[in-house]
């Protein structure tokens, strides 16, 4: 079976787009620029009829990840929306002030998403220790990790992706995002990889708005493919 590829998408266009290109999962948000936002209600109901697994950001905002009472409250309701729409999960993180992981909104917030998938985001690469989030992450239920290894990009995080894969076991799944592409599957395979998160985004350069590269996300696919 091929490794799955995950692609994020903030625009109704790059859902066939995504498709086309051979992703076997849409992480859906609005606002990629700020690294994702929660989607619009417009554009979750673009994706209810989407062939593949639809996992909705759940960020009220952008800039960092501690969330005060009333986002918390809003990201709730967001998640009973994406529940409403019959998506198929979210996509989490919270930080406390001490910059760790923010266990009690995140136990408040799985218990909101109970029966959807649920992914911890890239918050995970904010710890001076990504690594030690695994276990915590692991016993709060989630299914899955994305993450670059801590680092600006997922290729030069290898190293901690291959200790938090050695960790995480069968247990959860740790996925490489932030730079994923084509012509690095194969180090980061190495690694230990085994899940890959993208966007193979371009901007246009007459408008300034991003697009997805259906090409080099099908060239993605084939190095995916590729791994055994």
């Known amino acids: 079976m091929a490794c799955p590829l995950e692609i994020c998408v903030d625009a109704p266009d790059d859902l066939a787009a995504a498709i086309a290109g051979g992703a076997d999962r849409i992480e859906l948000c609005s606002a990629l620029a700020l690294g994702g936002l929660t989607p619009t ?6 994706a209810q009829s989407c062939p593949v697994p639809v996992y909705a950001m759940i960020r009220p905002r952008g800039g960092d990840f501690r969330f005060s009472r009333a986002e918390a409250q809003q990201m709730e309701a967001e998640i ?61 239920g989630f299914e899955r990790i994305l993450t670059s290894g801590g680092a600006d990009k997922a290729p030069a995080g290898a190293g901690v992706l291959s200790r938090m894969i050695g ?10 995002g932030s730079g994923v592409a084509a012509e690095n599957v194969p180090a980061l395979a ?32 084939d190095a995916v493919n590729r791994v055994t």
């Open 190 to 221: 190495a690694a230990g990889v085994r899940s890959f998160h993208a966007s193979c985004s371009v901007t246009d350069p007459d408008t300034g708005t991003r697009r997805i590269d259906v090409a080099a996300l099908r060239a993605l696919r």
């Open 41 to 46: 209600p417009g554009l979750i109901r673009a």
């Open 80 to 140: 009973a929306a994406v529940r409403a729409a019959g998506l198929a999960g979210v996509v989490l993180g919270a930080a406390d002030p001490a910059g760790g992981l923010d266990l009690p909104l995140l136990r408040r917030l799985m218990l909101a998403a109970d029966g959807l998938g649920t992914t911890l985001h890239r918050v995970v690469d904010t710890l001076p220790d990504p690594v030690a989030a695994v276990r915590p992450v692991m016993d709060l």
């Open 167 to 176: 960790l995480a076991g069968s247990r959860i799944e740790v996925m490489a």
